[in-house]
């Protein structure tokens, strides 16, 4: 079965500051790869998803995550974080084959200090 | 309005009360889902519908129980609510194409006392 890793629950950045968060999956196969981000009161929002082609892939709000097959991670990064980046973020791992299961991680809560 | 609607956003119950909890969507997709959210342990899935004549019980569904009385929407119960069933509850819907990727509602905040 598929598994995620996040191994830090909270990281705290400066604004302007760079940020990567950390993911590392266990499947037995080239997995659907995805970033969601939850901010207070509201539900998750894709941020990107890796599933085939380049592994360096871009998404929305300046955020890009590369894929490394050898380290089985899907780490996420932004060059300059602004304050309204303040909130969770969940990687995910979907099989792609038949029911495409969605396993979460337990997700990173990013604060952003001025 | 949004395509992935949740109500009520937030309810407080008390031990034994039965509870449902609505989710419509207008994206027009064939598969929901139901996700439970506790801090730490991120996201897992309850129940999901790939039609609305299929229901399928995801890796915590003791409980809980659905119902897809269109394709538009699911519905989450708590026959007897129970303390330990105090969470954040995402509705989710997907196309089943490609990566399958999930657009899920707004949650629904519920505390039993």
């Known amino acids: 079965a598929q598994s995620v890793t996040q191994p830090d629950i909270h990281i705290t950045v400066s604004e302007g500051a760079s940020l990567e968060l950390r993911c590392n999956y266990s499947?037995?196969?080239?997995?659907?790869l995805f970033w969601y981000v939850q901010s207070p009161g509201q539900g998750l929002q894709l941020l990107l998803k890796y599933f085939s082609g380049d592994t360096l892939v871009q998404g929305i709000k300046g955020f890009e995550a590369e894929f490394k097959r050898s380290q089985s991670s899907f780490n996420l990064r932004k060059p300059s974080v602004h304050w309204s980046d303040a909130a969770e973020y969940f990687c995910a791992v979907g099989m792609n084959t038949g029911f495409q299961k969605l396993v979460f991680g337990t997700g990173t809560r990013l604060l952003v200090s001025p | 309005d949004a395509d992935v609607t949740q109500t009520p956003r937030n309810r407080i119950t008390k031990t034994g009360k039965r509870i449902m909890l609505e989710c419509s969507q207008t994206k027009g997709h064939d598969r929901m889902y139901w996700y439970r959210q506790d801090p730490g342990l991120g996201l897992r899935l309850i129940y999901y519908s790939f039609d609305v004549k299929d229901i399928n019980k995801g890796e915590i569904s003791d409980g809980y129980s659905v119902s897809r009385q269109a394709q538009a929407k699911f519905s989450l119960s708590l026959e007897s609510a129970i303390p330990n069933q105090t969470a954040l509850y995402f509705c989710?819907?997907?196309?089943?194409?490609?990566?399958?990727?999930?657009?899920f509602g707004a949650g629904s905040r519920l505390t039993v006392l």
């Open positions: 499947y037995g196969a080239t997995p659907y």
């Open positions: 989710a819907t997907s196309d089943g194409l490609g990566a399958n990727v999930l657009t």
